[in-house]
């Protein structure tokens, strides 16, 4: 474990990292993710069929009665986006047949490249219904830490500056977790509080899963040994108070993964100086923007300086009497949706 003072993080001089941090193109799409998706977390779900880019799933009704087959991007997790590739739109046009699919889900991101392949679907003759889902908060640090500060209000740098302010002089520490035990020592400490954080919250946590944990812990050894991810933390004395995994997602951006409050220190809100820091270090790396995922939380509309808005897409095969039903329904709750917007 690596420990850094805070003042440096206040001022012009870069908080130092141990080793120069690489990089990492679309973490939810290369090899080691879907392989330790495939190996660890594929059996979660009802599979029928499962190759290297689509898994079929079983979707079942009242007392186990099979409603339809829903074909879905290996990697896939309702909140995790997935880009829409146009190599994936002409597999499905060709072993779509043989799959005998009804409909297909997926969560994208409002870009050129996912709307010209959900283009490219319409075209092929499949129907699409689209509705927004939640966005992604961008940091932009392509100026650096300081230009950064001057895209946010000058009330909102007045806050940053008196929350990282009260932080440093009440002694919180941002430590780094290295070593060959890194990863097993952060989620000894991560899972726990995670669990116990959204149990509270929601009454359960992913991490309860046994698989959950298994994924996570190999595929990010397998980053921190290419030394393609940042485990951190926040700690006063001998507790720690905030904890936080971000992947070198390309040359230009940092992917907040994951990150918890233990729910000590509350009062220096460690969530949000957690989040600073992680963009701070983001953009000491060089790194033009830090992308801190999809989810309406306060502490990422407060650091944010973009959003981009995510969509769910619903893919009905024309070709599939259970899809044709599965439009119907569709069909039938957006009249009522619509129905009971016009009643109010």
Not at 192 to 201: E, G, R, T
Not at 239 to 261: D, Y
Not at 265 to 282: D, F
């Amino acid at each position: 474990m690596v420990v850094y003072r805070l003042p440096g993080f206040l001022r012009d001089a870069p908080i130092i990292m141990t080793a120069p941090v690489t990089v990492l193109e679309f973490p939810f799409e290369e090899r080691r993710f879907k392989a330790n998706w495939m190996k660890y977390l594929a059996n979660k779900f009802p599979l029928l069929t499962l190759d290297q880019d689509f898994a079929l799933l079983k979707r079942s009704g009242p007392f186990g009665v099979s409603i339809h087959k829903q074909l879905h991007m290996v990697g896939w997790n309702s909140a995790w986006v997935q880009d829409l590739e146009y190599r994936l739109v002409d597999k499905l046009q060709w072993i779509g047949p043989s799959l005998g699919w009804s409909s297909m889900r997926f969560k994208w991101v409002d870009s050129l490249k996912n709307h010209q392949a959900h283009e490219q679907l319409k075209q092929s003759g499949y129907r699409c219904y689209t509705e927004p889902a939640d966005c992604i908060f961008w940091a932009d640090i392509s100026g650096g830490w300081q230009a950064y500060l001057l895209k946010h209000s000058k009330s909102r740098r007045k806050d940053i500056k008196r929350q990282l302010k009260r932080a440093e002089k009440n002694q919180l520490e941002y430590i780094t977790f290295s070593g060959k035990n890194a990863v097993q020592d952060f989620f000894n400490l991560f899972i726990p509080a995670h669990i116990d954080y959204w149990k509270s919250k929601t009454g359960n946590s992913f991490f309860e899963d046994e698989r959950e944990q298994q994924f996570f812990k190999r595929w990010i050894t397998e980053l921190y040994q290419e030394n393609k991810v940042i485990l951190s933390g926040l700690k006063l004395n001998t507790e720690l108070a905030h904890l936080a995994v971000t992947i070198c997602k390309s040359k230009n951006t940092h992917l907040g993964l994951l990150s918890i409050t233990t729910g000590k220190q509350s009062k220096l809100a460690p969530g949000i100086v957690g989040a600073y820091l992680q963009i701070r270090v983001a953009a000491e790396a060089k790194a033009t923007w830090f992308n801190m995922g999809p989810g309406y939380h306060l502490y990422k509309q407060q650091a944010a300086t973009h959003q981009q808005t995510c969509y769910q897409t619903i893919v009905v095969n024309p070709a599939s009497f259970r899809g044709r039903l599965y439009e119907k329904f569709l069909l039938l709750k957006k009249m009522r949706f619509l129905s009971s917007k016009n009643l109010d």
